[in-house]
Every structure is written in C-alpha cells, then in structure tokens.
C-alpha cells in the first residue's frame, strides 16, 4: 500500500479514510455527489470542473459558484479540499491539477475521471464541431485525467481509477452516435489500462450508470429528444418514457445510488477487482448477454 495522503489519518473512519481522491467534473451532478460520498467516508479531495458553457452543449454546464458549492459541501463533513477551473480537455490543466493536489495533500490515491457531456443529433447531421466536442470531452478527457495520475500512482504502486461511462457505452442508443461511441470507448480504454497496471498496485474499473438525475438529464433539450411528439415537454412527461426503459419502474437514479458504486471500487475492499464494469442499470442489463 502506498504511503496515505492525510495527514489525519489516524482520527479519520471510514472505507476511504486518510486517502486523498481527485474528482472531475464536480461542480454539481454526479461529480458532486461522489466529492461528498468520499469525504463522508474520510477522504480529502482535489476537485475540478470546466465552469463554463461549451457551443455544442444543449444545455448550460456548471459554473465556478457551483464548484464552490461543491467544496462547502465537502469541508461542511470536516475533510480538506481544494478545487481548480480547469478543463479535461487541457493536457497542461490536467497536469496543474494533479501536481496541486500532491503539493497540497501529499500524493492522491483515488481518481475519478467523472467529466462528462451529452448532445443529440441524427447521425449524418453531427457536425465534425459536434463530435469533436463529444469525444474530446468524454473520451480524450477522461485519457488525459487517468494518464497525469498514472505515473504518480505507479510510483506509489497504490491507486483506485474509476472511469464514469454510461448504459450506451453497452449498447445502440438512437441520435447519440458520438455520445455511445466515447462511452464505449472509455470502457475498452480502462480494460486497457487495468492490464497494464495490474502488477502494480493500481486498480482501474469503470462505472457504467442508467439515466441519472441531474442537470445533464433534466433539461427541456433531453426532454425533447425522449418526447419528440410533444411541443414542450416537461419532467413529468418523460417520467414515462424513461421508466420504459429498464425494469425497476424508476425513471433515473439518484447521482448518490452511483456513488456507492464509485465507494466500493475506491475502497480497498474492492482491491481484487480491475479492468471491469460496474453496471448501475436499474435492470436494464438483464437482458443483456
């Protein structure tokens, strides 16, 4: 085991105490959700988060009083946090963060390479903008976060990655081609990875979630994409459709249900697991092969 980052280690409890976890994307949504779900379970976080709008992005993304949000929440549970603006997409920024935190905290020990877009197209009409957004952030980004925590973590022979990819990186999902095609490339990347990395120390498994309830999900652009039959459609008119989904009869998850998944694999309980897929589907992989 590499040496913890804490230094209050000893006074700390928890499946994660004393270590140190890195989080992208965490100025809200599932992002801030796995900040808290780890500083609840005694770890210190290094977080951050674009803070700003992206052209092809139907929605409106986080913003800095949202990360700022984020780390009230985590030092409200008595953990140490620190947080950056910086952009996955960003091989120097991704680099800055990493460094920051090992200054800060001493080493990390937990990545969560969780930034994350959606958008929505037929396939002939996204743009090559489009889908090199899409898989900039989604795919090369969640590379460029992994590759600056790799070295460290070799060094140490200590890390638990956790990669966020998504039910359509399983599966075909109508007008978001360049969506499933990064999520299902986060998956072989991370069994990549986990190979290479498996005599070392370092673990690296991904999560693989249904709809979540979040700002990426609720907006009037998603609801239109499930209800194209209705003018305006709301919240309450996609509840149906997204319950058609799986098989539980619930819509979406809570961000906190994929937290527990991210939890096991960053604790040392999850230490004989490597290079697979969680899968938090609301039952929509038991019809799968």
Sequence with gaps: MGEVGSNSAGSVSGSVAGRVALVTGAARGQGRAHAVALANE???LVLCDIAADIATVPYSLGTEADLAETVALVEATGRRCISMVADVRDTAAMDAVVASGIEAFGGIDICVANAGIVAFSHFQDITDEMWDDMIAVDLTGTFKTMRAVVPHMIERRYGRIIATSSMAGRMGNPNLS????????????VKTLAMELASRGVTVNAVCPAAVDTPMLQNPA????????????????????????????????????????????????????????????????????
């Design 222 to 289: 998603m609801y239109s994409l499930f209800c194209p039959d209705l003018e305006s459609p709301t919240r309450e008119d996609v509840v149906p459709r997204y319950q058609a989904m799986n098989r539980m009869g619930q819509a979406w998850l809570a961000p906190e249900e994929v937290s527990r998944a991210v939890m096991f694999l960053a604790a040392d309980a999850a230490s004989g697991m490597t290079g697979q897929v969680v899968e938090v589907s609301l039952g929509s992989a038991a019809g799968q092969h």
């Design 178 to 189: 360049h969506y499933v095609a990064a999520k299902w490339g986060i998956i072989g990347m």
């Design 42 to 44: 005694g770890a210190d």
